[in-house]
């Protein structure tokens, strides 16, 4: 069975997406003029065909990961399991990238309400729906990812269905019983990042009806006089054309090395993005987050070129007990995989290994990371949040680990 897929960025037809009698993908550009765009630095405009060990890794990143994907395959009969999710959800993916068998409905800008009554609704089936295929009219998108999420087109605080002409602009995640305090977990750090100066997007817990839920902001979406503009990006493991199930080390995965060298190779901010790469490495040890890996960072692509996304996905992963949760590190930091273990010199060794100035850096992450303490526990009054809870233990880990800089 051959199948093909139109592939979009930004609205514009790119490419063609192939899957061929033996379930391999392969991959086309269309057009190489002044104004085409590559979809990965790891797949750069040629008239060749891309095969399936250089095109595969980039579209199956795209798709959700883990239960969430077994789930929405559960019921497929032929074919590859990925090409099936993109062509059937691919037309609101992560970043700018979209997929029809035909060609977008252009005319299809009908916005369907979600109500608060619908929202409920959503939350409570979403573990077995992850990607609401119960809608009436379902929404056509893809999140890549394990955990339990759906996308929204936010428009005045009224949330509504994506289309071909509306993409979303908001992500939902629900709580998690396999964790508990999930949300308030994730607001947290993404607030003390946010107070950190670090570059995130907004979150915000929201509640309907006693249930809670948080509310990120798309960083990969821009709205200009109403109308909701994609924006290109791609994560590591894409850059790095490794699938998912590889993102971490000790799977085989990107180390950080790797990624820095992906900064060093294509970002036309580098000095910036090199202080921010580091940030981003002592921000996750500051907090305990050992899910720091290749997919959790990413690139984003726009006019002025390539740079660091924002960062998205900080958790603490280590105020979970060890039986729930690995606390061995996403990469290794001087060939340690325990945060609990890492010194001073690990890190003046990583920046060695990275050939940046171990001292000048480690002053500057002194610098930048002074006060952090302070900013925490001011955080925990102002958003209400008690002595006992996660957000409490997080501060506890980070009390323990900003002595790394005296």
């Known amino acids: 069975m051959n199948r093909e897929l139109n592939v979009y960025l930004c609205g514009n037809k790119v490419g063609v997406l192939r899957e061929n009698d033996l379930l391999q993908f392969s991959f086309q550009y269309d057009s190489l003029d002044g104004g085409a765009q590559p979809l990965s630095v790891n797949m750069p405009l040629t008239t060749d065909e891309y095969p399936h060990a250089a095109a595969f ?33 691919g037309s609101d993916c992560a970043g700018a990238v979209a997929f029809y068998e035909t060609e977008p409905n252009t005319n299809n800008n009908t916005l369907f309400e979600i109500t608060s009554a619908k929202i409920l609704q959503i939350i409570e089936k979403l573990p077995k729906d992850p990607l609401l295929t119960s809608l009436k009219n379902p929404p056509r998108l893809s999140l890549a990812g ?107 995965g990107a180390n950080l090395k790797d990624c820095f060298k992906i900064i060093e190779k294509y970002s036309n ?35 002025n070129g390539i740079k660091l996304a924002p960062f998205y996905d900080l958790l603490s992963t280590e105020v979970y007990p060890q039986k729930i949760v690995d606390h061995g590190t996403a990469m290794l930091i001087n060939g340690k995989g325990k945060y609990a273990s890492l010194k001073q010199e690990d890190f003046t060794a990583l920046f060695g290994h990275l ?47 900003e002595k790394i800089f005296s």
Request: charged content about 25%.
């Open 146 to 252: 394990a955990q339990s999420k759906f996308a929204v087109y936010k428009q005045k605080n009224k949330y509504y269905r994506s289309s071909d002409m509306q993409p979303t602009t908001h992500i939902i995640k629900i709580t998690n019983k396999t964790f508990p305090n999930l949300l308030e977990n994730e607001l947290f750090c993404m607030k003390l990042a946010q107070n950190m100066q670090m570059d995130v997007p907004n979150a915000e817990i929201k509640t309907v009806k006693d249930c809670s839920f948080l509310e990120i902001e798309r960083y990969d979406r821009q709205i200009i006089d109403g109308i909701v503009h994609r924006i290109h990006q791609e994560d590591f493991c894409q850059a790095l054309g490794i699938v998912s199930n590889k993102k971490y080390q000790a799977g085989g």
């Open 355 to 401: 050939g940046l100035n171990a001292t000048n850096m480690m002053k500057t992450m002194k610098s930048r990371f002074a006060g952090i303490v302070s900013k925490a526990e001011a955080l925990l009054v102002s958003l209400g949040l008690s002595k006992k809870s996660v957000s409490s233990d997080i501060i506890a880990i980070i009390k323990r680990r």
């Open 57 to 89: 890794p980039f579209f199956e990143n795209l798709t959700p990961e883990g239960e969430v994907f077994e789930i929405l395959t559960q019921d497929h009969t032929s074919g590859n399991k990925v090409y099936s999710i993109l062509d059937r959800f």
């Open 269 to 303: 901010n580098k000095l910036s993005d090199y202080t921010r790469f580091i940030e981003w490495i002592f921000f996750n040890y500051l907090i305990g987050n050992t899910d720091a890996h290749a997919k959790n960072i990413s690139l984003l692509h726009s006019k």
